[in-house]
C-alpha cells in the first residue's frame, strides 16, 4: 500500500515538473526564436527605408531650350553619381546680365513632378526639399568656369565625387548653371529626360488651343506647317558674332531666304498654313511685314493673325516660349535654324519619334519632317532635311548649333 502511494506520488511530482518545462519553453522559445516584442522591433528597425542621397544645383537660366539642357545634364549628372537630383529652380524670364531681374520658378509649375518620376522610373528620379533627412550632412563643391576648366578636369571632379559619395547625404554644386557645364553624356541619354518632361496641364492647355486656332484654318486638310523664324534682333546680333567667330556664312538667314527655302520644300503639300513662331517682342515689326512675301498657298499667320496674342501675354517669357514649342511639337512640318538650341531641341524630339527611320535625309517621305532654312538642300533650293542622329556621343553640337544635321 505504501509502495502504490509512493508511486502515485513520483508520477504526480514528474507530470508537474513536466507541466512547468512546457510552460518555460512557451514562454523563452519564442524570445530566443525571434518572435517576442524586442525582436519584433529589431526587425523594424533594420527594414527602416535606406538614407537616400542627393543632388542639389543651381538655379537653371537662360531661354527655354537651355534651361531643359541644363535640367537634362543635372539629372544626368545625378544618375552618374546614383543620387536624387532635389527638384532645381527655373526661371520664368530671360536671364544674360540682369541678375536683379531674375524671376524664378519653381520646376512643377512647368512640368508635372510625379509625370517625371513616372517615365524616369529605373533611370533618374526627382526628389524633394522636404525629403532630406539631415540639412547639415552637405558636401559643397564648386563647379569650375572659364577656359581653363577643361571636359578633363570637370570629369575629373565627377569621379573625385564618385570617390567620395557614400560620405554625405547631399552633394551641394555652386557656381556655374547646369547649361553652360561640360558634357559627358550620350544624345540617348538626353532623349529619354526630354521624353519625361510633360508639361503641366495649364500649359498644355493653353497650347492646345493654338493649335484649334491654327487648325481651324487648316480646314482643307487639318495640317500645318510651323517655322521657328529665327529674326529677332537678339539673335541677329548673336548669329553675326558666330559667324565671324567661326568663319562660316549659313547661320543667319534673312526673312526673304527663309520664305524661299520654305516654299521650294519638294513634295510640301499646299494649301496650308505656315504658323510663325517668333519671339515678338523682340522683333521689329508693328506693320507686320513678317507676313507678307510668302509664295501662294502658303498661308503665314502669327500670334495677332491668330488673335492668341492674350494667351501668351498672360504668361511670362518661360511659359511664351513653352506654349511655342508645344505647338511646333505638334506640326506636321517643322522648320528651324540648326544653330538655335529651341529647333534643335524639337528635331531631337520629332526625330526619337521615328523609331523606323533607316534613312538620312528623306524629308517629306517620314511622319516628322523637319528642315533647316539656313541650309540650302543639296542639289535643291529648298531647306534641307533635318534628322538628329540618336547614336551621338555629347550633345555639343545641338548645345552649340551646327551644319551637320543628318543622321
Known amino acids: 500500500m505504501e509502495f502504490l502511494k509512493l508511486k502515485h506520488l513520483r508520477f504526480f511530482v514528474s507530470k508537474s515538473l513536466l507541466f512547468v518545462i512546457v510552460m518555460a519553453l512557451i514562454i523563452i522559445l519564442p524570445e530566443s526564436w525571434g518572435f517576442g516584442r524586442r525582436k519584433q522591433q529589431d526587425v523594424v528597425v533594420e527594414y527602416r527605408r535606406p538614407r537616400m542621397k542627393y543632388l542639389e544645383v543651381p538655379q537653371i537660366v537662360w531661354g527655354l531650350n537651355n534651361q531643359k539642357i541644363g535640367f537634362a545634364r543635372a539629372c544626368l549628372t545625378a544618375r552618374l553619381l546614383n543620387r536624387t537630383l532635389l527638384m532645381p529652380s527655373l526661371s520664368a524670364t530671360l536671364f544674360y546680365k540682369e541678375i536683379d531681374q531674375l524671376q524664378p520658378i519653381s520646376f512643377d509649375k512647368v512640368f508635372q513632378f510625379d509625370k517625371f518620376n ?27 568656369s572659364g577656359r581653363r576648366w577643361t571636359v578633363e578636369r570637370d570629369l575629373d571632379q565627377l569621379k573625385e565625387l564618385l570617390r567620395r559619395n557614400e560620405e554625405f547625404e547631399t552633394i551641394q554644386i555652386v557656381g556655374k548653371n547646369p547649361f553652360l557645364w561640360h558634357d559627358h553624356f550620350p544624345v540617348k541619354d538626353y532623349a529619354k529626360v526630354f521624353e519625361c518632361l510633360v508639361l503641366v496641364d495649364e500649359i498644355s492647355k493653353e497650347a492646345d488651343k493654338v493649335v484649334g486656332k491654327i487648325r481651324e484654318l487648316s480646314k482643307m486638310n487639318g495640317g500645318y506647317v510651323a517655322v521657328h523664324m529665327r529674326i529677332e534682333k537678339d539673335w541677329m546680333i548673336h548669329c553675326k558674332k558666330r559667324e565671324e567667330r567661326s568663319n ?25 498654313v505656315v504658323y510663325l513662331a517668333v519671339a515678338d517682342a523682340l522683333v521689329d515689326d508693328d506693320d507686320g511685314l513678317i507676313l507678307n512675301g510668302w ?17 501668351f501675354n498672360m504668361h511670362p517669357y518661360l511659359i511664351q516660349a513653352a506654349i511655342d514649342y508645344q505647338v511646333c511639337s505638334k506640326a506636321d512640318v517643322f522648320v528651324g535654324n540648326s544653330y538655335s538650341t529651341f529647333s534643335s531641341l524639337l528635331v531631337l524630339e520629332r526625330s526619337a519619334r521615328m523609331s523606323a527611320v533607316t534613312g538620312c535625309g528623306i524629308g517629306m517621305d517620314v511622319r516628322w519632317p523637319s528642315f533647316a ?30 551644319n551637320n544635321i543628318s543622321c
Open 373 to 402: 532654312y539656313n541650309l540650302k538642300a543639296m542639289g535643291g533650293s529648298g531647306a534641307r532635311p533635318w534628322i538628329t542622329s540618336l547614336s551621338g556621343s555629347s550633345l555639343q553640337e545641338i548645345s552649340y548649333g551646327s
Open 295 to 311: 509664295s501662294e498657298g502658303l498661308v503665314a499667320v502669327e500670334k495677332k493673325k491668330l488673335g492668341v496674342v492674350q494667351i
Open 118 to 144: 513616372s517615365l524616369c522610373k529605373g533611370f533618374v528620379q526627382l526628389g524633394r526639399y522636404s525629403d532630406l533627412q539631415n540639412h547639415s550632412d552637405i558636401l559643397v563643391v564648386q563647379k569650375g
Open 248 to 272: 562660316v556664312s549659313d547661320i543667319c538667314s534673312s526673312k526673304d531666304e527663309i520664305t524661299s527655302r520654305v516654299a521650294n520644300i519638294p513634295g510640301l503639300k499646299t494649301p496650308t
